[in-house]
Every structure is written in C-alpha cells, then in structure tokens.
C-alpha cells in the first residue's frame, strides 16, 4: 500500500507506513515531520505536500546558530506550509540557547566537579562540543524532537517522518523514511528543492552541509569560506573562540579544533589570501 492520506493503519516502529500492519488504529493517524531546514528534510515536505499526504504538525528545533540564509528559507517553507495546508511550523527552543549551554551552565555531577577542580577549569559551562561530547546536538536538537515526539506519540497515534536521503539509509532508526523508500538521493533531494525554488539563499553553492555555522566539526575549506562569505559571522567566531581559551585554557573543552585556534586559522586564511 504506498503512502497516502487514507493511510490510518497503525505503524509499528521501524516499519515503512507501505507495510500492511494487520491492525486498523481505533484513532485517526496523527501525522508529524521532522524538519531541520537541510536540503533532505526541506525536499520530504515539499514532496508529502505535493503528493496529498497527510500532515499534522511540523517541528523544528532552532539551535539559535544557523545561517542566516537557513532562517530566512525557513519563514520561506513556513509561508509555502500555510498556504497549502493551513499550518505553520513548531519551533522549538532550548530556553537559555547554546552560548549559556557553552559558557554558564552549572555542573552538577560530582565526578565533573572534582575533575574540573584538577585541571583547573570553572564548573559552570560546557566548553566547545567534542567529538565524544556533543552536547549542542543533544541539548539543542536531537533532545527538544525528541520529547516532542514522544509526547505526541503517548498523546495521540502519532507517525514521525524524517527526511533522510535514500544514500544515507544507513541512519534509519525506527521512524518513517518516505525518501528512502521513494529511493531520493541527497543529490536528488536538492535538486528537487531548486526545481520548487528553494535555494536556500546559495548555502549549498558554498557549503557541503548548512549546520551551524559556528560548528568546530566544519572541514578547513569550510571555515575559510565562512571568513570569505560570512564575514560578521567569522568574527563572532573568533570572539567565541577567544573566550573559551580565556574561560578553559588550551584543553579540550578550550580547544576549537585540534590543532588549531580560531584566531589561528585566521592568520592562516589571511596569509594564503597574500599567496
């Protein structure tokens, strides 16, 4: 049975909503789409739009760091969503934001106060995100979906669509994948967004992802593009960076990048400018 709006059987986790469960829900499906503003959650709406498919509610989570150009397509997708169904989007938001979460949250758990008190670090703030630690993710995103989620979920007989592209299968976990089912690659998913007129203000003419644009997982080439294209962005990056060193010193939770300070890498971009 493909994906409809006359689809209101129930959905175990992890099934496709195309698999015949067996069972007739007792309550009308309440339909909810994830949605990150990317160029895979953005092509999974359009497409669930366009193709009658039933939507309920659609949540985003505001990490309070995105491009500007991702707030302003976001309003863009907010305008289309209203026109055509009658909705807006759910925002959702951490309530103090991810500089208090990096610089002035208090620590609680003893183990992380006696080891702070070793290296001499305050106890209050979280530190740049690591790779063992990414805080900004949990906290900013992945948590706020979550309970949202499954809030709706105990409420109400709730399907969750995510928008992940049919070459990133491997991310799946016990949602609905309508793009991979439909066999959408991420290739294919902005293509189909530039066809509808969503360019996303040319993020993805410059960038290969556009995350958060003060991210420390970003690839060199792409912080030397945010200092190109993004100027008053780079320098509140450097005043961030500077900050953090002041707050935690040359450690892990002061360290930017391995190997490299923000200011570093300015010094680096601007004598390769001179080249």
Known sequence: MPLTNENLTEIPAGRSPNEDS????AQKQFNAVSLSGGKDS???LLLMIERGMPIDAVISAD???EFPEM???LKKVDDYLFRERGLH???LRHPRGFEWLMFEEPKQKKSSLEN???LGVPPYGNGWPGIRVRWCTGQLKTHLISKEVNRLKKEKNTVHYVGIAADEAWRCKGEVYPLVEWGITEAEALK???DRGFDFGGLYEIYHRASCWCCPFQRIDELRKLRQHHPELWARLLEMDARAIAQYGHNPLGQFKQG???????ARFAAEQKL
């Open 63 to 65: 990490t309070g760091m």
């Open 71 to 73: 707030y302003e397509h």
């Open 116 to 118: 702070r008190a070793k």
């Open 192 to 194: 189909i967004c530039y």
């Open 42 to 44: 953005t092509c999974l």
């Open 22 to 25: 067996g069972f007739f829900c």
């Open 89 to 91: 989007i759910t925002t």
């Open 260 to 266: 490299w300070t923000v200011a570093a890498l300015d």
